[in-house]
């Protein structure tokens, strides 16, 4: 079955900077590749999502990319706010797959 | 409803008693999906429920755990003799057809705490 790995765990950045974060997956019939953030309190949220067909996706201050090669997907955040703080789950499937596989999260703090 | 429903927010229980949490997907959806979520910790995959078609219970943890989709619509997870190590936050999630091709909303949780 699939499995995703998520990186970093944790990430700090002062407000304004950039974040990044990467994650990988193993079954290449994966093709679908959504991005989560959870609030304190609340249930993941989709932000953006990626097919495989496409390699780079924005929206607004975050943008996916994806290299189906090597594997690979990240999040970017640029000009980050202190409502950003969060924990970020990449997750992938599609094709036959039934359900998503999650990553193990990254929790995100801005701080000012 | 404009989005999925989870009833209680809330739920304490005492060791052994038995619990059922609900689940409300967004109308149409024909996928259903529970997971829990242990503090501070990642998404455990429990059931999947798609249709008409046998769900898929490889996550359930323990036979103590089951759950029900009445209609296609709402789903009921029911766990028996509750015990410590199930405190967690019960996320429901739904989604058009197969979530692995479109992504899922999920409820905003049931927290379960047992003492």
């Known amino acids: 079955g699939e499995n995703v790995e998520q990186h970093p765990s944790t990430l700090s950045v002062q407000e304004g900077d950039s974040a990044v974060i990467k994650c990988t997956y193993s079954d290449s019939a994966s093709n679908y590749f959504p991005w989560y953030k959870q609030e304190l309190g609340k249930g993941p949220q989709l932000i953006i999502d990626i097919r495989s067909n496409v390699g780079e996706k924005k929206d607004q201050r975050i943008a996916v990319t994806l290299n189906k090669t090597a594997k690979h997907f990240s999040l970017h955040i640029t000009e980050t706010q202190p409502e950003d703080s969060a924990v970020y789950f990449c997750?992938?499937?599609?094709?036959?797959?039934?359900?998503?596989?999650f990553g193990t999260g990254t929790r995100l703090q801005v701080t000012l | 409803g404009a989005g999925v429903s989870q009833s209680p927010s809330n739920k304490v229980t005492e060791k052994g008693k038995d619990v059922e949490l609900r689940c409300d997907p967004i109308s149409g959806h024909t996928a259903l999906y529970w997971y829990r979520q242990s503090l501070g910790q990642g998404l455990e995959f429990l059931i999947y429920?798609?249709?008409?078609?046998?769900?898929?219970k490889s996550g359930l943890p323990s036979d103590r755990f089951s759950a029900e989709r009445t209609g296609g619509s709402v789903s009921t997870l029911t766990i028996q003799r509750t015990q410590q190590e199930d405190s967690a936050v019960y996320l429901c999630a739904s989604s058009l057809a197969q979530g692995a091709n479109y992504g899922y909303t999920f409820g905003s949780g049931t927290r379960l705490t047992v003492v």
């Open positions: 997750a992938a499937g599609g094709g036959t797959a039934s359900k998503l596989t």
């Open positions: 429920f798609q249709g008409n078609s046998a769900p898929d």
